[in-house]
Every structure is written in C-alpha cells, then in structure tokens.
C-alpha cells in the first residue's frame, strides 16, 4: 500500500486505516507479551514464581473485598458512641 493510498477515500479509508493500525498493534503486544510468558516458563524457579504470583492475587483480592464489601458501622451506634464519649467527657 503506498503512502497515498489513504487519502482521497474519505471516512472508509480512514476507518480502514485505523483498523489496520490496531491491528498491527494487538499482534505487536500479543507478540510481545508470549515472548515475555515463555521467558518466564524459561526459568528454574517458575513454581515459585507462579506461587507467589498466586499468593499476591488473593492478597489484591481480599483487600478489594474488605475495601467494596466492608458493611459500614451502624449510624445509632456512631451516635451512642459520641453521646457516651461527651458524657465522659463533661463528667471529667
């Protein structure tokens, strides 16, 4: 395809153009990315490796659970709480 070959087409030829860019650029990455899996299954230790790797993924996981399903404190409670703390506080 020659360098004039996008132009003059007008919306298609653009479109198909971008298209062929993220392409080229999946199959770049993809390429990129299985050449960085095999030099892992390359190494001697990749049992440890793939352990750890497994350890950090539920340590992520049990911190994205207590940080999006943690149940929030009663508001009652909050209240009786800061009730209790300014008794004590006035009695003192």
């Known amino acids: 395809m020659t360098q004039d070959a996008g132009r003059g087409r007008g919306l298609d030829g653009k479109a198909l153009l971008l298209a062929a860019g993220l392409a080229d650029l999946a199959v770049s990455t993809l390429g990129a990315a299985l050449g960085t899996v095999r030099g892992v299954l390359r190494r001697s230790d ?11 993924l539920m340590a992520r996981g049990r911190l994205a659970l207590d940080r999006y399903a943690a149940v929030p404190p009663a508001h009652l409670e909050i209240l009786a709480r800061h009730a209790l703390a300014r008794k004590t506080a006035d009695d003192v």
Do not use: H, K, N
């Open 46 to 56: 990749a049992a440890e490796l793939a352990a750890e790797a497994g350890d950090d």
